[in-house]
């Protein structure tokens, strides 16, 4: 279900009852079977005789969204099952017969029980789910109990290893929606022809049903317009419009009414056109480059799961003061707030899923869940005119059963969204020291060849003049990484690793050499800003942070900000 904000959501955010469970005592009996009488029940003592070793109400709580490393301090580096709990009141809307029960993003694998019985079973960290509850709810009193585990797995979506903090939890909004039984699933709002300013409208109702009335209402545009539902429940229709088109410069949106029934969403869209010709990236019909820089979803100051509006316009404040019209939400989707803002900031979005390093291409539950997520990322954000590239992957090593699974998951992409780019972090191959080559046969499948490279720090620093690149795409090109480590705060000779004026040297370096790429149409550096990540342990410097951020963890500038500054004001 889309657009869950416009629904008159009830929201079930705030303090919940948590309850760790590090051999899952709550889920499995002592032969390893699945047991009847697991925390899912939430029971209570009925006799004083009764033996029952858990208590929710006796429990800790800890705030929901959010995730529990950085809220109970056992937890920072936990991995593996906590229970959740919370009580609450709820009437029936008479009007409104069902019930969803929406969740923005648990990490990573969540078991939901609406008064004690199942409601449904979800897999993937970073992508919205929902439930149809009706038949579990109590008019009154009701409970939730969500078994959420995030124990990493070699089959999963990411894999086993990622340079990332495995923030566990249910780390994004919960809601319950009201909806008639026939209700609006999702819709889909654009500019299909620049030329002809033609925009295009299609919606999709959550069953097959023929014959509804959805009308689509741009006030400011003057448009007013009813469409039926097929015998699929869906609708289509084309109109003649004339928007002011959406731009980093001009980031127009328009309220957008939509109604079915007693339904009414509304939403705020913007017009835009997304294309390449040769190495060019046209925005609107005219060449673009793409200033960016890439972001993990943490929080500005402290680190912890960024989940609001304030959390995201702080970091893309960051990125707008360092001369962004881009950012690479990496390396899964981001929470809807966040790409929301960006569009209302006038900031240009690359979208990936966690399909990253070295995930198990030959097995077809680990296919069917990364499809899974692609899919519900595209369905989340479609109406946002900001994400202009879907990204399938990050950094996956060269074989046969790779190019299968990516060749499969882009072509998915493409027939889910035909109007934005598909791309995918790729890695350099080098024909001989100086000369680099980009070489992988996903290049076909991708709009815009990206890569990333690690000249000056995986790489030696003074190797970046010498170097030559040949990108044999008529595609344009994106440098989605490139960057390294330094500790704000510590000053030295630019030759001496983690000083922030190794940095400064390394983008230096770095950015002359991005300026002789032949048709070079952006680069999203890594990173804006210090994330906590296990693999970065070096004490003293690193302390638990990959230090490639522009911003500290604690948001100081270190002084290879500067530099990138300096180097957009001239892009
Ligand atoms: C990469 C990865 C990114 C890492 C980064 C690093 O290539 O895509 O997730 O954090 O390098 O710091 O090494």
Redesign the pocket.
């Known amino acids: 279900m889309a657009n869950v904000l416009a629904r008159n959501p009830i929201s079930l955010n705030g303090s919940w009852h948590y309850i760790v469970d590090v051999q899952e005592e709550g889920y499995y009996d002592y032969r390893m079977n699945p047991t009847r009488s697991g925390f899912f029940r939430n029971a209570k003592p009925r006799r004083p005789e009764d033996l029952i070793e858990y208590d929710f109400d006796k429990a800790s709580t800890m705030q929901v969204p959010g995730d529990w490393n950085t809220q109970d301090p056992r937890l920072f580096f936990y991995e593996g099952t906590v229970w959740f709990e919370r009580e609450f009141e709820w009437h029936p809307d008479l009007d409104r017969s069902r019930t969803i029960l929406y969740f923005g993003a648990v990490n990573y694998d969540a078991y939901v029980y609406v008064n004690g019985s199942l409601a449904g079973h979800h897999v993937g960290g970073f992508t919205p789910f929902n439930f149809d509850v009706t038949d579990l709810m109590r008019d009154g009193y009701n409970f939730v109990v969500v078994k959420v585990d995030n124990k990493r797995h070699a089959e999963d979506v990411p894999t086993q290893i990622?340079?990332?903090w495995n923030y566990g939890g249910i780390t994004r909004d919960v809601l319950l929606i009201d909806v008639e039984p026939v209700y609006i699933e999702n819709y889909n709002l654009q500019l299909v022809s620049l030329e002809g300013r033609r925009l295009g409208f299609s919606v999709k109702l959550n069953s097959e049903t023929a014959g509804r009335q959805v009308t689509l209402s741009i006030p400011e545009l003057k448009i007013k317009k009813t469409v039926t539902t097929d015998a699929k429940g869906t609708a289509t229709i084309y109109m003649k419009a004339k928007p002011q088109l959406w731009s980093p410069e001009t980031p127009k949106l328009y309220d957008v009414v939509i109604e079915q029934g007693n339904e009414v969403i509304r939403d705020e869209v913007g017009f835009r056109k997304i294309e390449t010709r040769g190495k060019q990236l046209l925005l609107n019909g005219k060449p673009i480059f793409l200033r960016g820089v890439s972001i993990h979803e943490e929080k500005a100051f402290g680190g912890g799961r960024a989940n609001s509006t304030e959390d995201a316009h702080t970091l893309l404040s960051w990125a707008k003061e360092l001369g962004c019209n881009y950012v690479r939400l990496?390396?899964y989707p981001h929470n809807e707030y966040a790409v929301r803002e960006a569009e209302r900031m006038g900031i240009l979005v690359w979208s990936e899923i966690p399909v990253?390093w070295t995930i198990a291409w030959s097995n077809p539950d680990t296919y069917a869940n990364a499809e899974r997520q692609l899919t519900d990322m595209i369905k989340r954000d479609q109406n946002r005119a900001n994400i202009i590239i879907w990204s399938i992957a990050?950094?996956t090593p060269h074989s046969s059963e790779r190019d299968a699974f990516l060749s499969r998951l882009a072509k998915h992409a493409r027939s889910l969204d035909s109007t934005r780019l598909i791309s995918m972090?790729m890695e350099v191959t080098s024909a001989s020291n100086y000369r680099n080559r980009l070489q992988d046969n996903m290049s076909e499948y991708v709009d815009v060849v990206s890569f990333?490279q690690?000249v000056g720090w995986?790489r030696d620093v003074n190797d970046a003049s010498k170097m030559t690149w040949e990108i044999p795409y008529d595609k344009p090109v994106i440098i989605s990484?490139f960057?390294g480590g330094a500790k704000y705060g510590l000053h030295g000779e630019k030759n001496q690793r983690w000083t922030e004026e190794f940095q400064e040297n390394l983008y230096r370096e770095n950015l002359a050499m991005l300026d002789k790429i032949e048709g070079l149409a952006g680069t999203s550096p890594?990173?804006l800003k210090d994330f906590r990540?296990p693999r970065r342990v070096l004490n003293g410097i690193q302390d638990y942070y990959?230090r490639?951020g522009l911003f500290s963890d604690r948001g100081e500038k270190k002084k290879a900000f500067y530099v990138l500054q300096e180097w957009y004001k001239g892009k």
């Open positions: 990622f340079d990332w990496a390396h990253y990050n950094e972090a990333n690690y995986y990484e960057g890594w990173i990540s990959n490639k």
